[in-house]
């Protein structure tokens, strides 16, 4: 028998599942953008450089966002966020095909869609879960739902591929436009707030416990002086550079390797594919090994898999092998990044801290979007953007090793 305000196993799953189902959604809209880069300018000629300005601002939106939305989660309860969220993303992306210049597509794919996106995204749906969760599947239950938005990209890239080719770019924004209007329906299983955490023997609670009377601002600014919280920014600041680069870029990638486009998008579904197996794998791991170690080989390896891509012939399974070793890392540190965030601060304000950890991963984003334009307008090709790749993941691993993984205490400071 469960706990009296314990979640039944039955009840849990079902959250589980919505929230992996919502972010499916929400993460394939977002991680298939890049292959309308080359319709949109061909449609529009905007430019490469125009197009990547506004899908970088879209990145910067989409973390911005999430821990504004993720506040409000955690006052008002997650379900009318992620209700808004889905129709703002509907609404941004099925006005996409209608505008024609930098600054409709700044409004509707840089911040309407993008914005909408993060109402539905990680910090929101960890948040929720974690907060109702006994705390000895909360690490599952994250990697769980990562693997939902790994499975997302895995579906979107092959299917608006498919309608790209076959009935152009126009017909498969409108596409996903009305498919992600499915998170509404998916968010009903969140209307309740979250209840009261269970009282839990101290040996069985990993994580901070909640501060008595603390509130949220008392609670930003403790994290905001804790160096292993500002270590994380700094390393989630590299994944988002990492990412968004390759949303963005990859397909233009491998068009400048003259292969066909279809190369590119299987290439994203493979990321996505394998990268189910490795939000799962990081979800178990980070409850048996130190998480802070987890992230720095995470860092390191993406390093190595980039260094060995330049060094190997552009082929198209050149290509799907980077994708698929590159795929097992892609989100895998999402769940050792909220689960660290947990150790350090607890459930209360997961949503908020968790979402400010992922705006530093969407500053990294914009940069990595947009100076790949740029370096592609100067150069002609992305090599300079490979070796600033490498060095980034690099100083990644690095900066992840100092984090400790100990609640934080609240300081005479605060609680004077």
């Known amino acids: 028998m469960p706990a009296q305000g314990a979640m039944t196993p039955r009840a849990a799953w079902m959250l589980i599942l919505a929230a992996s189902a919502i972010l499916m959604i929400t993460m394939g809209a977002r991680l298939t953008t890049g292959l309308f880069l080359s319709p949109i300018n061909t449609a529009t000629g905007m430019g490469v450089a125009s197009i990547s300005f506004a899908m970088a601002v879209g990145q910067l939106v989409w973390g911005a966002s999430q821990p504004v939305f993720g506040a409000i989660a955690d006052k008002l309860g997650a379900a009318r966020v992620i209700v808004i969220g889905g129709l703002m993303l509907a609404a941004g992306t099925a006005a996409t095909p209608f505008v024609d210049s930098e600054w409709g597509l700044l409004l509707t794919m840089g911040i309407l869609s993008a914005a909408g996106a993060g109402a539905g995204s990680f910090s929101i749906l960890i948040g929720v879960t974690a907060q109702r969760l006994p705390p000895e599947r909360r690490a599952f239950a994250s990697g769980f739902i990562n693997a939902g938005g790994s499975f997302g990209q895995f579906v979107f890239a092959p299917l608006m591929g498919a309608i790209i080719a076959s009935a152009g770019w126009v017909a498969a924004m409108l596409a996903m436009a009305a498919s992600t209007l499915l998170t509404i329906p998916l968010a009903l299983g969140m209307r309740n707030k979250p209840a009261q955490p269970v009282a839990v023997p101290a040996a069985a609670a990993p994580a901070a416990p909640v501060q008595p009377g603390m509130t949220l601002t008392e609670q930003l600014r ?104 590159l795929g097992f890392t892609w989100l895998a540190t999402v769940p050792p990044t909220a689960g660290l965030v947990g150790k350090l601060f607890g459930m209360r304000y997961l949503a908020t801290l968790f979402g400010l950890t992922l705006l530093s991963h969407q500053i990294g984003g914009f940069f990595g979007a947009w100076l790949g334009g740029l370096s592609f307008v100067r150069f002609g090709d992305y090599t300079w953007m490979w070796y600033a790749d490498i060095l980034l993941a690099l100083a990644a691993a690095l900066v992840n090793l100092p984090i400790r993984e100990a609640p934080v205490a609240r300081t005479a400071a605060l609680e004077a």
């Open 222 to 325: 403790q994290a905001m002086r804790d160096r292993s919280y500002l270590c994380l920014h700094l390393g989630f600041f590299t994944c988002g550079f990492h990412i968004a680069f390759l949303v963005t870029h990859l397909p233009q990638e491998v068009a400048l390797c003259g292969l066909p486009a279809g190369v590119s998008a299987t290439a994203l579904a493979l990321i996505g594919l394998f990268n189910i197996g490795g939000s799962l794998a990081a979800g178990a791991l980070a409850s048996r090994y130190r998480m802070k170690s987890l992230l720095a080989v995470i860092y390191a390896s993406r390093a190595v898999m980039v260094v060995l891509y330049l060094l190997a012939p552009k082929t198209a399974l050149s290509f799907y092998l980077f994708a698929g070793a």
